[in-house]
């Protein structure tokens, strides 16, 4: 006979299927305590495109380093523009001319902008092969990287145009195999980034929490997430005067991701990790960024409010 908490996380969790597929979403979500490491989610083993939620296990790497002293934080680097006229891309992405930019302030750019841009001269740098070398010495699982972030500016939304974005998506949406597999190689687990949704909470417990990552690494990375410049998603559910929200985005035609961290004012830390994709073809979607928020809270409040750990 399941405890009345058992039963109460259930009534949670299918509630958060339910308004996900009502939004037209199938979704990957987990939320855990990172003092007392339980949790609740559902799905949280599946893996996804990870898109540029990479650029995260990138800062890592670039900073393991640093803090071995094998890459210098000031080190000038020549960024040739990126020139991307489409809407989406930000900061180098969209130059015009050449820049020339120190190593720590790529950092900035790729993991709080968001630039592709800027990840890609990290990855000149620390290619991806070494990136996952480090998360492997750092003991973290689940998160596969393969390729510069720059290749995920070359799928069909960029060669068909913004007119015929909504066919792009459809590509996306249709075009999956049964084992994830995808003639778009972003979107094909076999070849892409990919991580689950647990991985990444994995990741946010290193850094959150103290474990083989430097200290300065997992300081620098923290405030890098809480300077992210992307706030329409899971953010206004998680922010208040009251709590502090450090994420970081992921957007790739249907997928969109938010992984983060609430550090509360009593002290309580929560990380959440919300992996999605949507089967319907449109480019904006507030509808659906709302309702991840709304799920992500969901499993949030039910965890925070002492429930027993459980998820499905």
Known sequence: MPGRDDVSATTVVRDARGLLDEAGLRG????RNLDSGAEIGFDADA????????????????????????????????????????????????????????????????????????????????????V???????????????????????????????????????????????????????????????GSARAYVDLLQAL???????????ARVRALMGDNLHRQRLAPDFTSDASRWSSK??????????VGVVDHGDGQSYA???????RVPAVAQPGSEATMAQVARSLHDHLRTGALPWWG
């Open 28 to 31: 990957a979500f987990l939320v």
């Open 208 to 218: 959150w929490r103290p474990s083989v990552i430097h200290p300065t690494t997992a």
């Open 272 to 278: 959440v990790a919300a992996l999605t994709a949507s």
């Open 132 to 194: 996952a070398a480090e998360l492997r010495r750092l003991r973290v699982d689940g998160i596969a990287v393969r390729h510069r972030a720059g290749d995920l500016a070359d799928t069909p939304a960029e060669r068909l145009g913004p007119d015929d974005a909504h066919l792009a998506h459809s590509l996306a949406i249709g075009a999956a195999t049964p084992g994830q597999g995808h003639p778009v190689a972003q979107l094909d687990v076999t070849r892409a980034n990919t």
């Open 249 to 258: 985005t992921g957007t790739l035609l249907h997928l969109r991701h938010e």
């Open 47 to 130: 893996r996804y495109p990870s898109a540029s939620l990479v650029k995260v296990p990138l800062a890592v790497a670039v900073l393991e380093r640093i803090a071995r002293g094998e890459i210098d934080p000031a080190l000038p680097v020549d960024v040739a523009p990126g020139r991307i006229t489409t809407p989406g891309p930000t900061g180098l992405s969209r130059f015009r001319h050449p820049a020339r930019i120190a190593v720590d302030d790529l950092l900035y750019l790729s993991t709080s902008v968001s630039d592709s841009v800027a990840a890609d001269a990290l990855f000149d740098l620390v290619p991806p092969a070494a």
